[in-house]
């Protein structure tokens, strides 16, 4: 049984960073795409950043383009989103999702199967 576990969320001033953290249990992420979704309050689930590892692409949302990257370890068993300059706008629940995409579909939810239980980002001073 697959299971992710998304970590590293918290309370953090405008302008500060995050890392936050996805890892596996039943696969590990070498033959998968990882990506972030996010939610808040009253929003929909929105695509946040997405890397498909075989393929070598890595896709951002706009709203965290130049502030935000995925990295891995070395052994493919744990993905990371760090996240810099953060803004209240970005106070949401982040979610991580593995999934087998194609590259037209690398942003959308349908896209993934397995997704972690979520950890909360409030941006705030």
């Known amino acids: 049984q697959v299971q992710l576990a998304d970590a590293g969320g918290g309370f953090v001033q405008p302008g500060g960073s995050l890392r936050l953290s996805c890892t596996a249990s039943g696969l590990t992420f070498n033959s998968y795409a990882v990506a972030w979704f996010r939610q808040a309050p009253g929003k929909e689930r929105e695509f946040v950043a997405a890397?498909?590892?075989?393929?070598?692409?890595?896709v951002y949302a706009d709203f965290v383009k130049g502030r935000c990257s995925i990295s891995r370890d070395t052994t493919y068993s744990a993905v990371y989103l760090q996240i810099d300059n953060l803004k209240p706008e970005d106070t949401a629940v982040y979610f991580c999702?593995?999934?087998?995409?194609?590259?037209?579909?690398?942003?959308?939810?349908?896209?993934?199967?397995?997704w972690g239980q979520g950890t909360q980002v409030t941006v705030s001073s």
């Open positions: 890397r498909r590892w075989s393929g070598g692409n890595t």
């Open positions: 999702a593995v999934g087998r995409p194609i590259l037209s579909t690398i942003r959308t939810t349908a896209a993934y199967y397995y």
